[in-house]
């Protein structure tokens, strides 16, 4: 475990330190059936880059603020943890000139206002697109903003984003994988009370939707991202991905582009900022009993890894980076 520390003085003379804890959780969760691998690609990438990667993680210097938008306010609106370069970017049919850094869970906050409904057991009656529509319209009602990503080469049903297009793969893994999932979220240190009827809610949704999932398309839910006015960047290139890094600093994301840049942009990073979950989950349900927030986190964190055994072969190295304060007398 390797630390990070920064400064920011307080009153007196005081400083608050913020201690940052790497930790390599794993060297792979074990279990995925998709074509994104690490141990795979170690001779074609080799051992410099590698190494030049994993000290960049193990060092902190990867966790950047996230943007701040025209009104110094830091923005709100969320992205994928998808790893690879971003080509351009649209607001509507607006083309920008800047990708600002931003919050990333897997499928941004439309999937896991989804997740957290199939996690609470509310998705029974619904149809996938449904479910994904009502998890956008429940994001706008909490007035939490949300985005997306398309990549270069999407077409037909699809849109780009795994974690949006391979919805009902990510769902029925989610029953296929539940013992090692729970396993994953015990090793992220996370409360499992609740977590059984979780993963329960998810296999009775996978079998509900497993012959009834033909309409669904990951590009209509991205057709309901844009008609929002949300912001949408497409993404480029192949899938390099060799490392997860799970990110609890609030208000923090994983530098992605920087990891293409020590690498040569043989080696990318999935992102997952778990602050985030939490952020979406206590939004989403403002107002209810705490037991329902954190059901919906773990329908969250179930989708999540749902995503990593859909896109992944399960071999690729976990880190997780928490925060710790001090409080030190200058």
């Known amino acids: 475990m390797e630390k990070t520390d920064q400064m920011r003085e307080i009153n007196g003379g005081d400083f608050i330190m913020p201690k ?42 990867l966790l950047v603020p996230i943007d701040t938008d025209s009104d110094s306010q830091v923005i709100d609106d969320d992205g994928c943890g998808d790893g690879r370069v971003v080509r351009r970017i649209f607001h509507g049919e607006v083309e920008k000139k800047h990708s600002l850094r931003r919050p990333k869970v897997f499928g941004g906050g439309p999937a896991m206002a989804a997740a957290s409904i199939i996690g609470l057991g509310d998705a029974e009656n619904q149809g996938l697109q449904e479910l994904f529509s009502n998890g956008i319209s429940s ?41 090692s999932i729970k396993n994953s979220i015990i090793g992220l240190g996370e409360d499992t009370t609740d977590l059984d009827e979780v993963l329960d809610n998810y296999r009775n949704y996978a079998a509900k939707i497993a012959e009834h999932n033909a309409d669904y398309s990951g590009a209509a839910v991205m057709s309901e991202i844009i008609e929002s006015g949300k912001i949408v960047k497409e993404l480029d290139g192949t899938h390099n991905e060799m490392f997860i890094v799970v990110n609890f600093v609030d208000g923090q994301t994983i530098d992605q582009e920087k990891v293409r840049e020590l690498s040569d942009g043989d080696i990318q990073v999935f992102a997952v900022d778990a602050w985030r979950l939490y952020d979406i989950a206590d939004r989403l349900y403002d107002g209810e009993p705490q037991a329902t927030k954190h059901q919906a986190l773990l329908g969250e964190l179930a989708y999540t890894l749902g995503v990593s055994a859909t896109l992944t072969k399960g071999d690729l190295p976990v880190y997780a980076v928490t925060p710790r304060t001090e409080l030190v007398t200058a």
């Open 139 to 179: 994001l706008k009602a909490s007035k939490i903003d949300f985005g997306g990503h398309t990549d270069s080469h999407s077409h037909g049903p699809n849109c780009g984003c795994g974690a949006l297009d391979k919805a009902p793969e990510v769902i029925t893994n989610v029953a296929k994988y539940a013992d």
């Open 20 to 61: 940052l804890e790497i930790q390599r959780i794993n060297t792979g969760l074990g279990f995925g059936e998709g074509s994104i691998t690490y141990s795979e690609r170690i001779d074609q990438v080799g051992e410099q880059k590698i190494k030049a990667v994993e000290s960049a993680i193990n060092s902190g210097e």
